[in-house]
């Protein structure tokens, strides 16, 4: 197993090399002069150019640059935002939790709501149950995170008036973006876990169980469902690029503070330090978590770590 | 008389059903999905609508009527008009043109790109293969609208930068699925013996082995096309991708966003048009995965 | 568990009662209580500046909330009444160099040092020194010369020139800050946490969601204009910033705010018409909502006709329904309607005529081409309107596009933010910019038309020397009289120079909920003062 740790921690390391020179490349890969970036509302001569480029090392050869980011970025400095003059790092800080909450929260919903669904869709097949739930599924594959939102505002907010419909704090604040977010991932878990149940359900070992005489419940809960977890485990770490992509949107719709929305606000303000932050940050914590979910992975199922 | 199902120098292989040929098949067990069917008569809905939409558009969809705005659906606007007063359905058939074909192309050029490359990467292996490998693992670990939002902020919001940001973000899956294939071949007597026969590298990759990637593509690239569309709108949505006034279903519904407690249709319809292409889009795709190959099944 | 005695029920009940009577006694007591208390939730419709320091933000925003913290020298409830603030009592040379305060005694900041003719010169010589970076603080201020300390409670500003306009605008982004603060602190903190004298104090700031200030306990020198005089009766006040105007409006309803400003024209019907909510609509002095075109660009815009053609085609009408859902007034002049100095006869210089329009284009040359954009020489008719990316700009920008397009005209709008808009102009990229200008005094018109301004707000890029004379003796002498036929004539010549395509006079909309009272709006209908508010049960 520990072998198996460091093997993966090792193949982390050109990942994360790769998403920094990446990153890095964003600054430079804008066309027009990466200068009038840091230039601001003050008008500008060659030769104040000149010295803003200097100053800012972008005169320096690309890999000298691409070193003294990379250098700087490991000890946690990814520069200052061009707004607030705050380091980037500070700013992703305050807002990360944010993020995490609502992740957590649609991850949570996403496994309770497509499990449930996938279980009993598989144990009612071919009844109405089974044909609503997955035409539940199929329309929350189809539906996008930003017009579910905006539909679940408009019912549970403004005509009902149950919820609020911004910000943070509370769980009431929480309900809305975590079930927008996590319906997709639900529908998409819904279906995996109906068909590996379904799967499992006509192995020999399950009928031979049941020849043995054990009850049918006791079949269903020991059998098949540990084996449709491993399927849904996969699927999990896969949602998660998807959740953390939608939470982009839903931060956004529900004025929630979160790197998602940190992330906007700068594109669209065109505050690079914090885009590259950003963009970094995520792409640093989502390889993470993704290796900390193939190692639970392969904790659970042996046969991952020999591959 | 019919040729037995064997194993063929060029294209497809089959095992034998009765002496029904492969293609028939297919569209056989298609016909019978009932996914396949009704995904299938939407999607053409929606397309022969939006092709359409210079013939069936009722207004201009950019004129604006500044002195009626958000008027609530009528007989005269079915789909009410917008804070300019503009005729909602006709934006919605003109922009249905911008978003879905952002969907395609996106697709196209991720599975144009994405093919090649795993072609060349299964094929090739060793050094190819790892290189290739890595470069699908760097895209991977953006997770997928953050990856086409950085490209978007890079390049700049238009209209292809926008397909290029989508397209790159949806490589990986058709390299993988790409790479998986010719690694399963590789090794078959068919391509073994082209070898020996002479054929170039080349050769063998795109006419022996490519045509055994078609039906897993078809079906990722059908789902793809639905994803591509989510997530241009999604760009758009957010005001990195079409602007207006021109109209497009993402810019539409963040529109529509401002007004929804007083004016529910001008984000409604936008948001119900991109939920229905997509679902027939999906269906459709679920429908092609059973009919090409039934063990695809998740 | 037994029976309870007797003696139990008897020391229980005398629990109780002593401590009733603690809690009554505690309500009796003078000094502490103040009715009512608690907290008032205050919806801003715009997120601050990134700085809350009032001589270094440009934003109103900003401003409505260091207002209760940094207090002015007077106060001016109505356009061109004056009360006293921190300033007792003053006076104002008849050339407008010389203002004199005399100041109030036995004020202290927040961080306990004394109020006093330091504080104010301290304050006022920090808007004109580089390194503060002052923002708005620094236009409003206009040619201050230095502030001589006569004693510590008397105080003269000099200005270099006779400025007219700066009593009114002493009430905003030249709060009186505490220099020990400044000092101490050092800019970047201040910035987060300014220290005045008001009855507010802040307690914090979490960027982009709210600001929350408490009550100044030590507090004891209200203004005359006010109805007490101690603490304020709020314990808190939380500003929470949610730009979205039908959320916003969604937490007056749910009571999760108490008072909101910025009210959005959609919720505007709904609201005056519930008794639980009142609507609170004032029109403001000053520059209206208006384009402001370059008339030094190289483009089609350069000319006086194509720039009429404009004036003639905006549907003025139109972008009040469809920008502000009727709720605005439509413009005629650059001056909104309660400024000093209005000239009513502006109002038949243009009219809405896009048939005329069309006409003085065809005249000047400009043929109708094939994409329905006008030409004229192989050139198109293209005029370039960069604009902040903000919702409501971006509204107006595309009704008036909507309206050019139809006599052919190809606005290209451009949505930017601010660093990339600012550079745009100092370039002198652009034809066409919005300009917003709340001001208590017509001399707004200078800040807008003045050649000396073209690097600032006279986007329009106007040198016209007549013109500047105009202003400068209208800003110079306190005759009223001359004053309006001064800015008469300034009205009208600009707007047959067509640098200017007025287009809405602002209304300013706040609502709160009934329960709230004691609240006011300053002239500028820009700044509500809640040191009087009760939230009354």
Redesign the interface.
Known sequence: MLRYIIQRLLQLIPILIGISVLTFLMLHLIPGDPVLIFAGDKPMTEERAAEIRHQLGLDRPLWVQYGDYAAHAVRGDLGRGLRSQRPVLDSILEVAPGTTQLTLAALALATILGMTLGILAALARGTWLDTAAMTFAILGVSMPVFYSSLLMILLFSFTLGWLPATGQGGVARLVMPATALGMISAAVLARLVRSGMLAVLRQEYVVTARAKGLAPRVVVLRHALKNALIPTITMLGLQLGALLGGAVVTETIFSRPGVGRLAVDAILSRDFPLVQGTVLFTAVAYVLVNLLVDISYAAIDPRVRYQ | MREPAAVRLRGRRWPARGGRSPAREILRRLGRSRSALVGGALLLAIALAVILAPALSPYNPIKANQRSPLDPPSAAHLMGTDRFGRDILSRILWGGRLSMSVGVVAVGIAACSGVVLGLVSGYYGRRTDVVIMRLVDLLLAFPGILLALAIVATLGATLPNLMIAVGISAIPEYVRVARGTVLSLKEREFVLAARVVGCSDQTIIFRHILPNITAPLTVLATLGIAAAIITGSALSFLGLGIRPPTPEWGNMLAEGREFLRHAWWVAFFPGLAIMLAVLSINLLGDGLRDALDPRLRP | MGRVTRREVIAAAGAWIGAAGLAAGGVLRPAAAAPGGGTLVYGLGFDLD?TMDPQVTDFDSTIRVTLNVCEPLVWEPTPGHFVPALAESWDVSPDAKVYTFRLRKGVRFHDGTPFGAEAVKFTMDRVVAPETKAGQSHDQLGPYDHTEIVDDSTVKIVMKDGYAPLLTNLNGYLGIVSPAAVKKMGL?DFARHPVGTGPFMVKEWV???HITLVRNPEYAWGSSLFKHQGPPYLDQVMF?I??????R???L??G?TQYIDDLDP??YAGLRNDPRFVVIGRGQPGSGFVLLLNVTSKGPIGALAVRRAIAFAV?R???N???F?GLNKVAWSPLMRPTFGYDPSTERIYSFDPAKARQILEEAGWKAGGDGIREKGGQKLVVDFPII?R?RD??MA??V???L?DVGIDLKVT?L????F??L???NRYDVNFMWFSYGDPDVLRTIFHSANVEAFNRGRYQVPDVDKMLEEAAATTNLNRRAALYSRIQQRVLRDAVVVPLVDTITYNAKRAEVQGDMIDALASYVWLYDVQVKK
Do not use: C, F, M, W
Not at chain 3, 242 to 247: K, Q
Not at chain 3, 417 to 420: C, K, L, T, Y
């Open positions: 990134d970047a960027p982009k969601d929470k949610i730009p979205e105007g039908s959320v409006a969604g937490t309803k749910t999760e959609l919720e549907d009408e139109g972008l329904k469809s920008v859902h990316g919702p971006k509204a595309e009704s596009q909507a309206s397009r949505p933010e601010r660093g990339a600012r550079a102009v100092r370039q």
